[in-house]
């Protein structure tokens, strides 16, 4: 049965997305007396109606069903994917969940004296570069800037980029990408 603060979570939704119900009704493509009665949690939705509602909401139906103390997802280091570029210079470890939607974490260590050259992600994609110990020179469309520990920069992910570590010692960052999301 899909009741229990689903109508409660759907209804915190559409506001802070300021939809009106007529408006999420129609993304969703479903009747609005059935998004009210929904919203209210009178009867017992069929998986179809929530899942519709939750794709309109750009969310997904375990946001919407799972309880709020359930929502905790620990990633154990030994499930942790690593990666390592073929001349071994570059080793990160991605320490985002692996279903993570539209988002991807990894921590990495760059050999001293060595490069990695970063691929291109999908249009509208945004990476952001956090040196924890170090110093990286960041190179993106032909722009370098030099990074020591502390520093972080922001560029977009769908050019090339290149992460050379012109010390002696090794360096570790921290990388984040979001790719751009498609709502509605």
């Not at 899942?51 to 069903?65: C, E, N, Q, R, V």
């Not at 539209?102 to 001293?112: D, P, V």
């Not at 170090?134 to 769908?158: I, Y």
Request: net charge neutral; charged share 25%.
């Amino acid at each position: 049965m899909i009741t229990n603060l689903v109508g409660t979570r759907i209804r915190a939704i559409r506001a802070k997305r300021n939809l009106t119900q007529q408006q999420l009704a129609d993304l969703a493509k479903i009747p609005r007396a059935t998004l009210a009665s929904v919203e209210r949690d009178d009867g017992n939705p069929s998986l179809a109606v929530v899942h519709k509602i939750a794709s309109a909401l750009g969310t997904t139906i375990d946001d919407l069903i799972v309880e709020e103390h359930q929502r905790v997802q620990a990633i154990r280091k030994n499930k942790m994917q690593q990666l390592e570029s073929g001349d071994g210079a570059y080793q990160a470890t991605i320490i985002s969940p692996a279903d993570a939607r539209h988002m991807l974490q990894q921590i990495f260590h760059l050999k001293a004296h060595s490069s990695y050259e970063g691929k291109p992600h999908p249009p509208g994609s945004e990476e952001y570069l956090h040196i924890l110990k170090g110093e990286v020179l960041l190179e993106v469309a032909g722009e370098s800037v030099r990074l020591k520990q502390g520093d972080s920069a922001r560029f977009g992910g769908n050019v090339h980029h290149l992460y050379t570590n012109p010390s002696g010692a090794e360096s570790i960052g921290l990388v984040t990408i979001l790719e751009k999301r498609d709502i509605g």
